[in-house]
């Protein structure tokens, strides 16, 4: 941030070791940091600040996000092999080993903690789901199934502590059309729905602003603002197809990533909050999501 210097392929320049394929996802926690290489069923453990490789985590199917529960044990949703094995993987983070899996809709994806509880968005994955899974984060235990719109995708807690998600849509046949939906944690219940009028844009990449008031989504591409207050969707904020979406929760500048022909280098071009043009950089292949340290 200070310099704007990019280093890319930073695991493989520090470790002499390719990371593997897909990485999906990215987490700091503890001040490591947990890459979840989604084709190679692995979590790479690292030093957060120099990215030295710590430890590895094998026993998952087809891992997807990971998300620190406490001190001694995170989550990760896993699609598993041909969607069998669907579920929310227990880690022991002190010994780096996957546990228990607790049975999730299909697909799970993004999770988010609130309380004693962790939420899961059920995407489909493979086939097709409409669902939350609620899980008590001391027990392991499913507590509540929660239906929501069809491919749940992306989830935040705003400052009140409400959830909110954005679901996709199914693509069909028949497509369905996508919604943003506001959940109260205190009776797990949709209080707020807002549902998106066109059927072929499928909404994803939910994010949240520092201040927690402010949700930013892609539409078709194009990146759109809510404030947790507003009454209706609003129109596009940056007019433009993107392929992911990411937002600094240090200064609120927001990340838009091109993942240009799937085959070579993609961008990432960054804005602040004005929708103005602040500078661009190149990454490498389908860059699909950003973790802030």
């Known amino acids: 941030r200070s310099n704007g210097n990019v280093s890319n392929n930073i695991f493989q320049s520090v470790n002499s070791l390719p990371i593997g394929n897909v990485l999906q996802s990215m987490e700091i926690y503890n001040?490591?940091?947990?890459?979840?290489?989604?084709?190679?069923?692995?979590?790479?453990?690292?030093?957060a600040s120099t990215f030295a490789s710590t430890g590895k985590i094998t026993g998952l199917e087809q891992p997807r996000y990971f998300l620190g529960i406490s001190a001694g044990k995170a989550y990760v949703t896993q699609w598993g092999a041909s969607g069998a094995n669907n579920g929310v993987k227990v880690i022991d983070l002190a010994g780096n080993t996957a546990g228990a899996l607790?049975?999730?809709?299909?697909?799970?994806?993004?999770?988010?903690?609130?309380?004693?509880?962790?939420?899961?968005?059920?995407?489909?994955?493979?086939?097709?789901?409409?669902?939350?899974?609620?899980?008590?984060?001391?027990?392991?235990?499913?507590?509540?199934?929660?239906?929501?719109?069809?491919?749940?995708?992306?989830?935040?807690?705003?400052?009140?502590?409400?959830?909110?998600?954005?679901?996709?849509?199914?693509?069909?046949?028949?497509?369905?059309?996508?919604?943003?939906?506001?959940?109260?944690?205190?009776?797990?219940?949709?209080?707020?729905?807002?549902?998106?009028?066109?059927?072929?844009?499928?909404?994803?990449?939910l994010v949240i602003n520092k201040t927690k008031d402010v949700l930013y989504y892609l539409s078709g591409g194009e990146i759109c603002s809510f404030a947790i207050n507003a009454t209706s969707l609003s129109s596009s904020l940056i007019n433009r197809s993107f392929y992911s979406l990411g937002i600094d929760p240090s200064d609120d500048v927001i990340y838009a990533a091109n993942a240009g022909n799937f085959t070579g280098n993609g961008s990432v071009l960054r804005y602040n909050t004005a929708a103005a043009l602040i500078d661009s950089f190149q990454v490498g292949i389908v860059p699909g999501n950003f973790c802030f340290k």
């Open 31 to 47: 001040d490591k940091g947990y890459l979840v290489v989604n084709n190679a069923q692995k979590i790479e453990v690292v030093n």
């Open 102 to 205: 607790i049975p999730t809709g299909t697909g799970p994806e993004n999770m988010a903690l609130s309380g004693n509880f962790v939420y899961v968005t059920n995407t489909g994955g493979f086939g097709t789901d409409s669902t939350l899974t609620i899980i008590n984060k001391t027990t392991d235990l499913v507590s509540a199934t929660l239906k929501v719109g069809d491919s749940p995708n992306s989830i935040q807690v705003d400052k009140n502590g409400k959830i909110w998600v954005l679901c996709g849509g199914s693509y069909g046949p028949p497509a369905t059309a996508g919604k943003l939906v506001r959940i109260n944690p205190a009776s797990n219940s949709i209080e707020a729905s807002f549902d998106f009028s066109n059927s072929s844009i499928h909404p994803n990449h």
